[in-house]
Nanobody
């Protein structure tokens, strides 16, 4: 089992920035962030592999940056130029082979 502890959500005005963090209880190959807005399906935001490869949703490219500290088993999501449509619950995700884990979610609200 892997426990994921998220932090960093909150309320910010449009154009502002937030940084999310997610600490895993042990090392795991793929870590990333998904989000779910009210009435919508959960969607990929960004993922990063332990070797550093990344993948982003088109809607966040150029505004969000995912990074990780493998020594701390922690993944970060730096969110800049936030828009009201970025409002959602953001979930940390970790997976490798047949394992997959989710964090409890952290609310990000962007006011216009």
């Amino acid at each position: 089992q892997v426990q994921l502890v998220e932090s960093g959500g909150g309320l910010v005005q449009a154009g502002g920035s937030l940084r999310l963090s997610c600490a895993a209880s042990r090392s795991i190959i793929i870590m990333g962030w998904y989000r779910q807005a009210p009435g919508k399906q959960r969607e990929l935001v960004a993922v990063i592999a332990s070797a550093g490869g990344t993948n982003y949703a088109d809607s966040v490219k150029g505004r969000f940056t995912i990074s990780r500290d493998n020594a701390k088993n922690t993944v970060y999501l730096q969110m800049n130029s936030l828009k009201p449509e970025d409002t959602a619950v953001y979930y940390c995700n970790a997976r490798q082979w047949r394992e997959e884990y989710w964090g409890q979610g952290t609310q990000v609200t962007v006011s216009s």
